[in-house]
């Protein structure tokens, strides 16, 4: 897909879209690789190795299409600004979810000692991650809060009108950059359970997409994602000195739905 999107830069046809706004909405499934976990706080201080964790995908259903719970679903918002006829600028919200494997077994480095029932020195010791140590999820969620550039380019048209309207079949193509603000979800230790939003670090992420646009005016596009998310500031219990970090890569599917949005003049007018 990169390689088509090389294409497409390179002998793309031209299309008017300076001055336009577009918007979408969608959803995403995703994917983590396995990542070390720091975890720090008064009494313990220690690293869980290649921890493996998977997103969570909400059954289709109402909740999906509901104004009251369209934000429950994994989703994508984005709102973009075409500065040139083949390039844009956006700012998204890419809302993953990001649940770790639980009882999976790691290797644990490290010491405890908070007069529990955990305490002791781990040095690559084998540990089982059951829930009475630890349940450790961002699912409300891995929230990434970014800015994009993007190309966008004709590869096809399609006239379906008499007026010579129909499909479009375009590529597009960026990166981008922003921060992520998880409410994270951590039960350590038979602690209290943490459930709050927090500035945890930052993410960086390319994408290539295929759009199939109607009329001029209403889209579908398919997206692939892939990034860095680095977590260096994790709220893990109520207790501010609590905490954890962690860094991993990622990659998203996207099916969005969207609307281009001309800026109306007198000489501008939506015709079908």
Do not use: C
């Not at 998880?182 to 930052?202: I, T, Y």
């Amino acid at each position: 897909m990169f390689l088509v999107a090389i294409v497409a830069t390179s002998f793309g046809q031209g299309k008017h879209n300076k001055g336009k706004f577009y918007v979408y909405w969608g959803w995403n499934h995703a994917q983590y690789t396995k990542s070390d976990i720091h975890f720090k706080g008064d009494g313990y201080d220690f690293t869980l190795d290649n921890v493996a964790a998977h997103d969570r995908q909400t059954n289709f259903g109402i909740k999906y299409f509901k104004p009251g719970s369209m934000t429950i679903p994994q989703y994508n918002f984005r709102l973009g600004y075409f500065i040139a006829d083949n390039w844009n600028i956006s700012f998204g919200i890419d809302h993953m979810k990001y649940v770790m494997d639980q009882d999976q077994v790691v290797n644990m480095n490290g010491n405890i000692n908070t007069g529990s029932a955990f305490d002791g020195s781990y040095d690559n010791t084998n540990k089982k991650l059951t829930e009475d140590f630890l349940t450790f999820e961002h699912t409300d969620g891995l929230n990434y809060a970014n800015l994009e550039i993007r190309r966008f380019d004709n590869l096809l048209r399609l006239p379906i009108s008499k007026n010579g309207k129909g499909i479009d079949v375009n590529i597009t193509e960026g990166v981008g950059a922003g921060i992520l603000y998880p409410k994270s979800n951590v039960k350590l230790m038979e602690r209290a359970r943490n459930d709050e939003f927090h500035l945890a670090g930052f993410a960086a992420a390319a994408m290539v997409g295929i759009n199939f646009t109607f009329w001029d005016y209403f889209f579908i596009q398919a997206e692939m994602k892939g990034g860095y998310a680095n977590l260096s500031d994790i709220r893990t219990t109520s207790d501010k000195s609590d905490k954890a970090k962690q860094s991993f890569a990622f990659s998203q599917q996207n099916l969005v739905f969207g609307a281009i949005i001309p800026v109306f003049t007198h000489k501008n007018k939506i015709n079908f």
